[in-house]
């Protein structure tokens, strides 16, 4: 549910996504009359078989304001937005639902907060579902703290069983034959916008036909970022900036004429054009724009509406496409390029390899034989990732392409056997020192100019299947001269195509673990081990057949070194709330501007009249560019505290006491630095004043690194940690195996996967390749891993242990 929420709460980076989930303190509801039950009502024939109590009377988002009494009031809405079921600090349970009003889905305003409490926040989370339909009698409302930065209504809607309020979720009868596009409880008719009828400000759903578009991008942050053109049957045009966490969540497009509904785009306008650019809660769906094609929506979310009328829509627009736009047709062949020309090439994978810091090599085919002498790059044969005898059967019909600057993070993580396009390639005809040898070569320059990029198609994609039917026919013999191959270049080659589509899907599954060390040590069945004394190494080749925790995030954890002790990540509540806490007390003037840091201090225009103070860490009596920059604040909210964690080097959170200022509590975190919240044990810790952290200020060129930090406050720090237990087997038998790694095994550092929606997107990617879920045992891939074997006695109990070390992720798995 993490990385959803992070889609959905928020269109920047990963430290905004996890800054989005988090939410201040709201004032508690009073107490009043008893409550209703939260009631699931069904609906039947259009009509709710339950109708609401008929005291009840409809209050619009429009018309909510404070001072009013909502006790025989309801107001009904969408759910677009759930955040986790909380605890506040006295143990109450807590949840916080977003609800947009489709009545007013074109008004620059249309959702409002909901906060749940006690027995009916836990209720609701069990059963509510995105895209329900929701209502609320019986509420308070109070002004919303958060309105500002998530551009929601300006107060909140209270609810709690002490205040008598009721909650009534309105759902459909569940069908046996329900399709994955009837997710959703009930289905909400969403308004549709043309693009002529697009308003500065506000926020809509929307069909548009691809003009134009930039496949996928590193934005210069952690984001992907992508760019479409729209245009439909009025005739105007909307180009759209798209930015999301997680590259899966960006828009599916294939090709110009691609037909897409976005929901939830706002909508800005920008010397005197209208642009789109992505909000909380967004969410898009792709279709074919080719007359006649099935109308399948391309989209990684399996919650969704699609109704029947909707596709009269698709048909609608498909039809005047293809009257009105020029759209172009079929992707050009190998055999069909020219010198100095720009392309799109629809092809397969079959070798990949870095040439060096700025360029990457792809080896791809399409079936056909490109009619010039094509240029080979030079690469070291041990850097040429892909099968041999593979390579060798089609050395005649691969090109290499050479991708530079921001596609090459892109071409490292293909897999060998996937399908392509690429986009705007270039190709240019040069001459070797011989004049009569020119040949062409194939570039994709940096930058995304003209669409310039790389797609990924599913097996799915109408053009695939075309291709892929085209490459089984393929006659090898033809493409193949007389020269002599070894026998070793020979052996494993394959007599067809379709034996070769086979193995490039087998190749896969090959070498998915990388060993860093101890190459001496031969395998060991895992029988074999069991029936061994502890402690031991082995190295084994096993098959994961299941592993826990499923939920990847549960994994990470904090680990103290000193005291081999582990604890779960903080809720990032608990640190907004001791944030609130520490903001009663007011900053001290006697401790601002002493002779190692400066001070300054302001107080909000807000109604709490809360007082901020930032002291800037100096060094040699001066202050220092922000990027080298540590500083301390009190009196800050948590969104304050990231947004300075994003610009300053390290940022550290502390309190006025009488003398010095001193650190939070050992629930919050010691320092903040990117994205990275950094905790102590509060076991081994002797925290120390923060006047010790002057020691390091009067170093020559202080680094504030977090270690050195920690160890000047007397913080033992705690380590981020993936905690998971793999249950291997090997034919031999079965075995439980722990992994306790930082960062090594999955290539992604533990301290940074909850914060960063690519990272989850990334560990999901690696732990279905290693786990296919629904896969036979003996289509699972093999895993190489060392493994050793400890004892632990606990009392008279004594039991051998296994833990993976020194093995790595392949990196063309991840």
Excluded at 106 to 116: E, F, K, P, T, V
Excluded at 196 to 201: E, F, M, R
Excluded at 306 to 317: M, N
Excluded at 674 to 692: A, F
Aim: hydrophobic content about 35%.
């Amino acid at each position: 549910m993490l990385c959803e929420q992070q889609a959905l709460g928020a269109g920047g980076s990963g430290i905004r996504a996890a800054a989005a989930v988090l939410f201040r303190s709201p004032r508690r509801p009073e107490r009043g009359k008893a409550a209703m039950p939260v009631q699931l009502l069904k609906i039947i024939k259009g009509e709710s078989e339950t109708p609401l109590p008929s005291h009840l009377q409809k209050e619009d988002l429009k018309h909510l304001q404070e001072g009013f009494d909502y006790t025989n009031k309801y107001f009904q809405g969408t759910v677009v937005l759930c955040y986790p079921l909380t605890k506040l600090r006295d143990g109450t349970d807590f949840f916080k639902v977003v609800l947009q009003d489709l009545n007013n889905s074109c008004s620059r305003i249309n959702s409002i907060n909901i906060l749940i409490y006690g027995k009916m926040a836990e209720d609701c989370a069990k059963v509510i579902r995105h895209g329900d339909t929701f209502v609320v009698a019986g509420f308070k409302l109070a002004k919303s703290p958060t309105a500002r930065e998530d551009g929601r209504h300006g107060c909140h809607l209270e609810v709690s069983e002490e205040a008598g309020s009721a909650i009534y979720i309105y759902t459909k009868p569940s069908t046996s034959a329900a399709s994955e596009t009837a997710s959703v409880s009930v289905a909400p008719k969403y308004v549709y916008t043309p693009l002529n009828h697009l308003k500065d400000g506000t926020v809509v759903n929307l069909y548009g036909i691809v003009k134009f578009f930039k496949p996928p991008y590193v934005s210069k942050g952690t984001d992907y970022c992508s760019v479409v053109t729209l245009v439909d049957p009025s005739n105007a045009k909307l180009t759209c900036t798209l930015f999301r966490g997680n590259l899966d969540s960006l828009p599916k497009i294939y090709k110009i004429g691609d037909i897409v509904r976005f929901h939830r785009i706002k909508i800005r306008e920008y010397n005197g054009q209208m642009q789109g650019i992505t909000s909380g809660g967004f969410a898009s769906l792709t279709f074919d724009g080719t007359v006649g094609a099935p109308i399948v929506p391309r989209t990684s979310s399996k919650l969704y509406t699609f109704l029947g009328e909707e596709q009269k829509t698709i048909e609608e627009l498909r039809a005047w496409a293809a009257s009105n736009l020029s759209i172009s047709g079929p992707a050009a062949k190998l055999s069909g390029v020219q010198p100095m020309l720009f392309f799109d090439l629809t092809c397969q994978l079959v070798g990949k390899a870095r040439v060096d810091g700025s360029s990457f090599l792809l080896k791809v085919w399409d079936g056909t034989k490109c009619p010039y002498p094509t240029w080979k790059v030079p690469v070291e044969a041990s850097d040429l990732e892909g099968e041999k005898a593979l390579l060798h059967q089609l050395r005649n019909l691969t090109v290499d392409i050479l991708v530079y600057d921001n596609h090459v993070q892109l071409a490292k993580s293909l897999k060998i056997g996937s399908f392509l396009r690429i986009y705007s390639i270039r190709t240019k005809q040069a001459s070797a020192d011989n004049a009569d040898a020119s040949h062409v070569e194939f570039h994709l320059h940096g930058g995304t100019c003209y669409g310039r990029g790389i797609g990924v198609l599913p097996e799915s994609n109408p053009d695939v299947k075309e291709l892929k039917e085209f490459l089984e026919s393929v006659d090898l013999a033809d493409s193949q001269n007389a020269e002599s191959v070894s026998s070793v270049e020979l052996d494993g080659t394959f007599s067809n195509v379709t034996d070769l589509q086979s193995h490039l899907q087998r190749c896969q599954q090959l070498s998915v673990t990388v060993l860093t060390d101890h190459q001496d040590l031969n395998n060991t069945g895992l029988r074999t081990i069991l029936n061994s004394t502890a402690p031991q190494q082995y190295r084994i080749r096993a098959k994961l057949r299941t592993f826990k925790p499923q939920k990847l995030h549960q994994s990470i954890k904090l680990y103290c070194s000193k005291c081999n002790s582990l604890k779960e990540v903080p809720d990032g509540d608990d640190f907004d709330l001791i944030l609130q806490d520490s903001a009663t007390t007011a900053p001290n003037p006697e401790l601002h501007n002493t002779s190692w840091y400066g001070s300054v201090m302001w107080t909000t225009q807000d109604q709490k009249q809360r007082k901020i103070a930032i002291h800037f860490v100096k060094h040699d009596e001066m202050l220092q560019e922000p990027e080298h920059t540590l500083l301390m604040i009190e009196g800050g909210t948590l969104k304050e505290i990231w947004k300075l964690s994003r610009r300053f080097k390290c940022v550290i959170p502390v309190r006025s006491t009488k003398d010095d200022l001193e650190l939070l509590d050992f629930s919050a975190p010691f320092l903040l630095q990117g994205n990275v919240k950094y905790y102590g044990c509060k076991h081994c810790s002797t925290p120390k004043t923060i006047k010790s952290l002057s020691s390091l200020a009067a170093e020559q060129r202080p680094s504030w690194e977090p270690t050195e930090i920690a160890q000047v406050l007397g913080i033992v720090p705690l380590q981020y940690v993936f905690i998971m237990k793999f249950t291997l087997v090997d034919g031999t038998g079965a075995l439980n195996a722990y992994l306790f790694d930082y960062e090594k095994f999955f290539q992604i550092p533990a301290s940074e996967i909850l914060t960063n929606n690519f990272l989850q997107q990334k560990m999901q990617m690696t732990m279905n390749t290693l786990c296919p879920p629904g896969r036979k045992l003996d289509d699972l891939p093999w895993l190489e891993c060392f493994i050793k074997s400890y004892n632990i006695t606990d009392g008279t109990k004594h039991q051998v242990y296994y833990q993976i070390f020194d093995t790595t992720i392949a990196e063309d798995v991840v």
